[in-house]
């Protein structure tokens, strides 16, 4: 029995010998796919936090809210405010314009005589409630207020800039002006009170601190690597499914299989001598991106793979992974007639369940119905099962769940191939 199924293993490392360019291509083409994504990514979350991206302002006001807007922009780590193009000074129209044509990502419009009535508003407003309480003559009731109408901050967006991107934007602007209208409000209230009174405490009571994971003292900070190398590991090791549908359905047309089973040899030694064979494959393709990720990176200025205290288990979720992997390539090149089923197929497949699995949008962004399908994804569990790892520091009583989903995966699908194969030679 063992050696029967040494030669089987043999035999499918021969196989994949012959064609030594698709093997390469096996191997090199996820490491490169792994570093130009986490590049991308990396780079885009640099410019967005180190870099600082033009903007362009449109300054109708000339009063003290947009001259507090303009210093706050400009102390801002993340804007270089414009207000000149080819030293004209902007207009709305010609940075609408800009704008619109991807030459600038934002243009913010402040709108005429904001500091004036935005003044007369919030006196409005103090004037009103400080007569209600008794401190002002009752003149002033008589007196009909002035209609002062809501004034609007217009913001122009690049149509190609992400949503994410816009409600960070709208959101810090919106922060700023309600710190100015808060700022106003005090203010105004110092002067009804009179030059005795006590001055208002203007900073935030209420402030927001982001509280880090620690493990062992140090703080788990997640980067671009940890969130692509898992994902993009997965997403290589289930393209194994294209070869191994390949190389099964070769051996149908070929006539190897019908010569294999006038052997005797079951089945399901063959099928075991290809699992054993293409897990050899799925570990090695981990342990080359993890060594990429730890040693390569940091020389390409990427965040290194730290896998302190966490390799054992990876390695554990990326064996079931690559269980799962492996059934669905041997079910998918038991049913397929011809290769030109096969990887077509399997290629699409592949993608699809990458796609609804979280591997390139996470699932919690997804419409609900989709966040249900994305359960049914094993990337999914694998993905979750790697970052139950490595960003939550989960042990391996938490990971059971996921890589008995991935398990059972691989036990369901084989079966279902061995039994339609046995039923097909039945007929």
């Not at 199924?5 to 196989?15: A, D, P, Q, R, Y």
């Not at 006001?61 to 303009?70: E, I, L, P, R």
């Not at 002062?148 to 409600?167: G, H, R, S």
């Amino acid at each position: 029995m063992i050696y029967k199924l040494w030669m089987s293993v043999v035999k499918e490392f021969l196989l994949l010998k012959r064609d030594l360019g698709g093997l390469i291509i096996l191997f090199v083409m996820p490491l490169v796919l792994v570093i130009t994504v986490t590049l991308i990514q990396d780079s885009t979350f640099k410019t967005v936090s180190d870099s600082k991206i033009e903007i362009l302002l449109v300054n109708n006001d000339n009063g003290s809210v947009a001259k507090t807007v303009y210093d706050n922009l400009q102390k801002s780590n993340l804007f270089t405010v414009v207000t000149q193009i080819n030293n004209i000074p902007l207009t709305e129209a010609v940075a609408k314009e800009a704008v619109y044509k991807g030459k600038y990502q934002l243009a913010i419009v402040i709108p005429e005589n904001l500091s004036k009535d935005l003044q007369a508003k919030i006196d409005q407003n103090v004037q009103k409630i400080v007569s209600s309480i008794g401190s002002t003559d009752t003149v002033t009731h008589t007196e009909t207020p002035k209609i002062i109408n809501q004034k609007e901050v217009k913001l122009y967006f690049d149509p190609a800039v992400q949503m994410t991107f816009k409600n960070a934007v709208m959101n810090s602007i919106d922060k700023m002006i309600s710190q100015i209208e808060t700022h106003s409000i005090y203010t105004a209230f110092q002067e009804q009170l009179g030059e005795g009174s006590a001055s208002f405490e203007q900073k935030s009571f209420i402030t927001f601190k982001e509280i880090v994971p620690r493990v062992n003292n140090k703080e788990v900070l997640p980067n671009s690597t940890q969130h692509n190398v898992p994902a993009w590991t997965l997403f290589a090791m289930f393209f194994i499914v294209i070869p191994l549908s390949i190389n099964i359905v070769k051996e149908k047309t070929q006539g190897t299989f019908v010569r294999l089973l006038t052997n005797p040899v079951s089945n399901r030694v063959v099928m075991l001598g290809k699992t054993i064979t293409y897990s050899v494959i799925c570990m090695i393709q981990f342990y080359m991106m993890v060594a990429v990720a730890v040693f390569l990176f940091p020389e390409i200025g990427l965040p290194p793979l730290n896998i302190e205290g966490h390799l054992f288990l990876m390695s554990i979720v990326a064996l079931f992974s690559g269980f799962a992997a492996i059934g669905f390539g041997i079910l998918l090149g038991t049913v397929a007639k011809t290769q030109e089923q096969s990887a077509p197929f399997g290629a699409t497949s592949v993608i699809i369940l990458a796609a609804i699995g979280g591997v390139w949008v996470p699932v919690f962004a997804m419409p609900k119905i989709m966040q249900i399908i994305a359960k049914s994804s094993p990337m999914n569990w694998g993905l979750n099962a790697f970052y139950d790892v490595l960003l939550r520091n989960a042990s391996f009583l938490e990971i059971i769940p996921e890589i008995s989903l991935l398990f059972l995966f691989f036990i369901i699908t084989t079966t279902i191939a061995l039994a339609y194969d046995k039923k097909k030679r039945a007929v």
